[in-house]
């Protein structure tokens, strides 16, 4: 195969999204010609809440269910499989689904969902105004169900509740740093010539900087982000980003 086929050829390229997660992503990059590391800067821990229990029995009284991730979709469609034997998703009338990004919403579908709404943009900022637009502006009284991750941006419920809306917002799993992660990070980034790091989430970027720890110097190696904010979450600490894809989706960042 010719080098334009293989683009990334004799690059080594850092990946930190969960084991889980990253099959589809290193998959790729090794097809581009990279050389692949993985050291998965988070591992996501599901949170099992009556809270949570409690939305799942009562689904049809929510009027829209956000996904904001493909982590919280299964941990949600997983809990109401449990919960609620015989429960046929496909047949469901209410609550509306709106899913954030590809991924999420292929996740959702694939347990039998249908998603009314999938916005162009993936950011809080933009999913608010292009709901708007699709309820024409009335939110008042709208009644949202959003399964999230514990750490996340408030934007999205703040600005939702300022429109009218009542949001339930509820916290389905943790974003934590993996057991032994950060000495075998530390040992890549002591040891190994690597050409870029990618962080897919703001998670990522933090777990990423904990685990290197305060003497590392980051200021070496080149970043990519998936998106804007998580861009801003690794400028924030000072590291340089060369990568922002147009699209804010992981095949974009490959």
């Known amino acids: 195969m010719t080098s334009e086929a293989k683009p990334l050829a004799g690059r080594t390229i850092l990946i930190t999204r969960t084991k889980s997660q990253s099959t589809a992503f290193r998959e790729q990059l090794d097809r581009a010609g990279a050389r ?3 050291v998965p800067a988070i591992e996501i821990r599901p949170r099992m809440s009556p809270e949570l229990d409690q939305a799942v029995l009562q689904l049809e009284t929510y009027d829209w269910l956000f996904f904001t991730s493909a982590n919280a979709a299964t941990i949600f469609a997983d809990q109401a499989a449990r919960l609620r034997p015989g429960f046929r998703p496909e047949s469901l009338e209410s609550p509306h689904i709106c899913a954030i990004g590809p991924a999420t919403s292929e996740k959702i579908q694939a347990y039998g969902y249908r998603v009314a709404l999938v ?3 993936y950011q809080a900022e933009g999913v608010i105004e292009e709901f708007v637009r699709f ?3 009335k939110l008042e009284g709208v009644r949202i169900l959003l399964p999230r991750a514990a750490r996340a941006r408030e934007i999205l419920p703040e600005e939702l509740r300022r429109r009218g809306a009542v949001v339930d917002l ?3 799993y943790d974003t934590v740093l993996p057991g032994g992660m950060a000495e075998s990070l530390q040992d890549l980034l002591r040891h190994a010539d690597i050409d870029l790091i990618t962080f897919t989430s ?5 777990n990423f900087v904990q685990a290197a720890g305060p003497d590392a110097d980051l200021s070496r190696f080149q970043f990519a982000a998936i998106g804007p904010i998580t861009a801003a979450t690794a400028k924030e600490y000072g590291l340089p980003i060369a990568v922002l894809p147009h699209n804010w989706t992981v095949p974009d960042l490959a």
């Open 36 to 38: 692949v590391l993985e």
């Open 170 to 172: 509820i916290p389905v």
């Open 119 to 121: 916005p162009a943009v």
């Open 202 to 206: 703001s998670s990522t970027v933090h």
């Open 135 to 137: 309820l024409k502006g």
